[in-house]
């Protein structure tokens, strides 16, 4: 249940959206419906030419918890974020990509979530399955979707099982690895504008001597993907952005590759153990993950065109 000591804790939900027009209805009106008193839903208009604009306008006209505002020039997601969270009032940030919903299955889970927060020491929440995974949806979908879904999973699996320990039906990251933090205290936030703002984010947390945790239960509340289609084109665009990403952490100093040789590994022996199709499917994104990291050693992206190398939903 929802404590009186969790309704004064006030969520803010951080939207950067450029043209999003086709699919941002969907996560708005989902948050609209949250079953959560205090919270706020801002969204970072980054020279959107399409109806994105109108249809988060109508969301400001049912209720004041919504808010929109256009960036000056074309920023990229990582500054629209930065700028969001300046305007936030919320204790807690919840960064949510306009084709994801945050998913709740009912008001007593979404309180047993954010109670975490209970605890000063735990300063965020990260991912614990990949936002395409899991339910009827994935049965649905397309082939590159479910190699994006399968290879995920696989590749989080691996970090849990590596990194983590497990303490009161929660599991603690002992090493930031690779993990990726959406969900955290306003107040340990700092500002970074690599297209991996949230590898970074799980390193920021950890240096300030906060825990993050993960829930290991599919069913809590957790982001999901409005789509279940994906191109391979676009795929290929999306792995060469973290390849992006990864080189430009990197050159801050960071070792990444031990994680994810050891990824890579893990992924290759233990996929195939769920079944035949799921070790295709991971392995398939494996090899595009690769394809895409040596793509992007070439590619010279600022973090501003970063929006260019999303999927168009």
């Known amino acids: 249940m929802i404590t009186s000591k969790m309704k004064q804790i006030e969520i803010s939900f951080i939207i950067p959206a450029h043209n999003e027009g086709k699919i941002i209805g969907k996560t708005l009106d989902n948050l609209y419906k949250l079953p959560y008193e205090k919270y706020e839903v801002l969204v970072g208009l980054d020279g959107c030419t399409d109806k994105t604009e109108d249809i988060v306008k109508s969301f400001t006209k049912k209720s004041g ?155 809590m509340p957790r982001n999901i993907a409005s789509y279940q289609d994906i191109k391979l084109k676009d795929l290929v665009k999306q792995k060469i952005r973290t390849g992006v990403a990864r080189n ?20 290759i022996f233990n996929s195939w153990k769920m079944g035949f199709s799921s070790g295709l499917y991971a392995n398939l994104w494996l090899v595009i993950t690769l394809v895409g990291g040596i793509i992007a050693k070439f590619k010279k992206t600022d973090t501003r065109e970063g929006w260019l190398l999303r999927a168009k939903r």
């Open 65 to 219: 918890k919504f808010k929109y505002f256009k960036m000056k020039s074309r920023s990229g997601k990582p500054e629209v974020i930065d700028y969001l969270i300046k305007k936030s009032k919320g204790d807690i940030i919840v960064i949510n990509d306009a084709d994801w919903i945050f998913r709740f299955n009912n008001k007593s889970s979404l309180g047993l979530f954010f109670s975490v927060f209970d605890n000063k020491r735990v300063g965020g929440i990260a991912e614990s399955f990949p936002v395409e995974w899991g339910g009827s949806k994935l049965k649905k979908a397309n082939i590159w979707y479910k190699a994006v879904a399968y290879g995920n999973y696989f590749w989080i699996k691996y970090q849990k099982q590596s990194f983590t320990k497990s303490k009161k039906g929660l599991l603690y990251i002992n090493d930031p690895a690779m993990f990726l933090t959406n969900i955290f205290r306003k107040k340990l936030y700092k500002k970074n504008l690599s297209l991996g703002d949230d590898f970074e984010r799980t390193r920021d947390i950890k240096k300030q001597g906060f825990e993050i945790v993960i829930f290991d239960e599919e069913e």
């Open 248 to 267: 430009q952490i990197e050159s801050k100093g960071e070792n990444l590759k031990k994680y994810q040789f050891g990824s890579g590994i893990f992924i």
